[in-house]
């Protein structure tokens, strides 16, 4: 009986402990806003003295929001490039770190009106400004920005207008970095990370020319038009109030434009998106132009799909011969070498190989400039290689002694053993495990994107972002992979049973 | 002779396989290696083919001589042009053919063109009566026929020592009596073979020769007749208790 009525009185404080909790969560309500603190200030960046909390103009911003709506502001952290569907899928009440007001983001997602106004506009080093005055005498130049950007359209256009080279940037720290190395001839970006990026890496200057205007947003999930009414509202009050001039003053953004910019939105005049594909209208023209524009980036796709296998191969190529090299060091070579050669493959084995990329490409940039396709190769292909060579160390291995030792008495030489014998006997061991691992560097060539390398997967991002939707570009990504990895896979298969019923 | 071996000694940790060896043959002999299993025939045939180094002795094969430990590389390329040797598991080439697996010497070491090696390995595999099966994998051979591949691609390269080890071993009665016509056939143009087999019955008919091991040492020798017939040491007499 004691026992039974202990619980009972658990049973019954751990309800209302409970309770309680609910309670304390209903007392406090919260709006769950998403940003990329790695965007940095003035957006969203961690506060140098306390790590744990964020500062930046959006976070200013998200906080009048929330407190307009009677909620407490919290902070969730979102990869940059994933703000959209996070939010879709409801990770978060809004989403807006340095957002920008598109076409597609209108169709697909609730959006805020515009509360801040930016320019794309071009930085070049400081000894180039009277020599690219605009896109025009940038022709065959490499000109750089962050990826899925209206600024990135911008370039897209001009390389077809003006013939300028495009490169992609999965942040937009290293184009200004790159530029200061010479690895690019201008970076177009909004003006207020050009002016963050000068004063940050010397050398640089940035032109006064305005190649596209652009705004900053809010986004909600579709559904959510409630809440997004209610933050429009609290945004037109803070517009009028001078509570949003108040912010963009102390972090530095406030300019002329921007006051007329507050102005007109007070006024009434919404401001429409840039055109990144071919404007909003009625549904039914707003349907043809998406497919007009998937049907514009199939070429890019494909196109994506050559360098991802041309890369592959590459990387294959080199990863097999050095593989070779490194599995007979270490089979027949004794002492320092095998250390070092064994010393390699548990490094590269044991280190990611996002991370060797990162370093063979910026890591390495003041020693050696090396252009980006050359280092996602040399990076995939000497990753690549530590496995391979294991293959091969176990298939060498594999080979009987007896086989090796038929060939000696026969009069073979030890190279000759090793060529003609040993050699061809792991190679068919070797040959299945290979196939398998060309399949997986097909699909981890897509980490080279993070060194300016526009492959199947960032193309699939650029086309999945523009068009507001992965549901398409992600089948027909999935849809190329396989088309390339399929029949190799079946190859694998193939030779593992051929193989095997040849040993038996 | 052809083949000398003198005091040969050889341990592996503290256990002596050989302790003191010491023979030899003389051109068209066909000498039996007997023994119980661990007496040291096998590892005999493997020192003779310098595949294993020894600790003491020498083995003189047609005037090339191996010493203790290491030996010189070129010592070891002229002795492989005097001694041939088929496996116990034959070890054929698995990624060759039949063909294929008997040219590779004549072809990569002696330089001879393909296809006067060729044909001459088909004269080869014909005497041996595997001709028929000369684009055959390893894998696609019977125990018997990969033994007689294997034969003939250690006499592709013409060597005045043939050494066999266990080739009784896998054959029934009637497939031993043809082995052994066939190898006395090799010895009729002067070649010498060294045997090692359990088979006295193999012995006693094809052999000049018999020399009985036990525990790293040579016990007995002489006429395989004689000796078979008529043992004088323990150790014979174990092996021919059936």
Redesign the interface.
């Known amino acids: 009986m004691y026992i039974s009525h202990d619980v009972r009185l658990t049973a019954v404080a751990l309800f209302f402990c409970i309770l309680n909790f609910a309670f304390c969560i209903q007392a406090q309500p919260v709006l769950r806003w998403g940003g990329d603190a790695e965007g940095g200030a003035p957006f969203v960046e961690a506060d140098p003295s306390n790590p744990s909390v964020v500062r930046g103009f959006d976070v200013e911003v998200a906080e009048q929001m929330a407190k307009g709506l009677g909620r407490k502001a919290q902070f969730v952290q979102v990869a940059f490039a994933s703000i959209d569907q996070s939010v879709a899928r409801g990770d978060f009440d809004i989403g807006m770190s340095g957002v920008e007001d598109t076409p597609p983001r209108r169709a697909m997602l609730s959006t805020t009106i515009p509360y801040y106004e930016f320019h794309e506009v071009l930085t070049v080093r400081r000894e180039d400004a009277s020599r690219f005055p605009d896109f025009s005498k940038l022709r065959g130049r490499k000109v750089g920005t962050l990826s899925a950007t209206i600024a990135y359209e911008r370039l897209l256009r001009a390389e077809r207008e003006n013939g300028i080279v495009v490169v992609s940037y999965d942040d937009d720290v290293h184009p200004y970095e790159d530029l200061r190395e010479g690895r690019l001839d201008a970076v177009l970006l909004d003006n207020i990370i050009a002016a963050r990026s000068v004063r940050r890496v010397p050398g640089l200057t940035i032109l006064p020319t305005n190649f596209q205007t652009g705004h900053y947003i809010g986004v909600l999930a579709k559904e959510n038009t409630a809440l997004r009414d209610r933050i429009n509202d609290i945004l037109r009050a803070r517009m009028r109030d001078g509570t949003l001039e108040r912010i963009y003053r102390k972090w530095n953004i406030w300019s002329d434009d921007e006051a007329a910019f507050i102005q007109s939105s007070l006024d009434g005049a919404a401001a429409a998106p840039p055109r990144a594909g071919e404007g909003a209208g009625a549904t039914q023209k707003q349907q043809a132009s998406k497919f007009a524009l998937i049907a514009r980036y199939i070429p890019s796709l494909l196109e994506a799909s050559v360098i991802t296998i041309a890369l592959s191969c590459a990387s294959m190529v080199l990863a097999i011969f050095i593989g070779i090299l490194i599995a007979s060091g270490r089979v027949y070579a004794s002492g320092f070498s095998r250390v070092i050669l064994t010393a390699y493959v548990e490094i590269v084995r044991g280190t990611p190989v996002l991370l060797q990329l990162f370093v063979l490409y910026y890591g390495l940039s003041s020693v050696i400039r090396l252009p980006a396709f050359l280092a996602a190769l040399l990076g995939l292909g000497l990753n690549y290689a530590a496995y391979e060579s294991e293959i091969y160390r176990g298939a060498l291995e594999a080979v009987?002694r007896?086989?090796l030792?038929?060939?000696?008495?026969?009069?073979?030489?030890e190279m000759?053993v090793f060529s003609?014998?040993r050699g061809?006997?792991a190679f068919?061991l070797a040959l299945a495990p290979m196939t398998n691992d060309f399949v997986a560097l097909l699909k981890d060539s897509s980490l080279v994107s993070v060194i300016t390398v526009v492959e199947l997967t960032k193309q699939t991002q650029i086309f999945a972002t523009n068009i507001g939707s992965w549901v398409v570009p992600g089948l027909l990504c999935a849809a190329l992979y396989l088309i390339l990895s399929l029949p190799l896979a079946r190859l694998a298969g193939y030779l593992e049973t051929k193989w095997r019923s040849?040993?038996? | 002779m052809i083949v000398n071996v003198n005091d040969l000694r050889l341990s592996r940790g503290r256990r002596e396989i050989l302790r003191g060896v010491s023979f030899a043959a003389d051109r068209g002999e066909l000498v039996a290696l007997m023994g119980l299993s661990g007496g040291g025939k096998t590892t005999i045939l493997r020192t003779i083919a310098a595949l294993e180094p020894f600790d003491k002795g020498t083995v003189d094969v047609g005037g090339v001589v191996l010493r203790p430990g290491a030996n010189a590389r070129q010592t070891i390329r002229d002795l492989r042009k005097q001694v041939g040797m088929v496996f116990q598991l034959h070890y054929l080439f698995d990624h060759l053919t039949a063909l294929d697996n008997v040219t590779l010497a004549p072809t990569r070491v002696a330089h001879v063109a393909r296809t006067d090696a060729e044909s001459r390995a088909m004269t080869l595999l014909d005497s041996l009566g595997v001709a028929h099966r000369r684009n055959a994998y390893p894998r696609e051979l019977s125990g018997g026929e990969a033994q007689r591949v294997a034969i003939a691609r250690s006499m592709a390269m013409d060597p005045p020592v043939l050494m066999l080890d266990e080739p009784t071993a896998s054959l029934d009665p009637a497939r031993r009596y043809e082995l052994g016509e066939t190898l006395v056939k090799l010895t009729k143009d002067g070649r010498t073979l060294l045997v090692t087999t359990h088979d006295d019955d193999f012995a006693r008919e094809f052999a000049t020769r018999v020399i009985i091991l036990a525990e790293g040492e040579i016990v007995e020798h002489g006429d395989p007749k004689e000796v078979l017939t008529n043992p004088q040491n323990p150790a014979t007499k174990a092996l021919l208790q059936k």
């Open positions: 009987p007896g086989q030792e038929a060939a000696r008495t026969l009069g073979l030489t000759q003609l014998v061809p006997q068919r040849d040993s038996e």
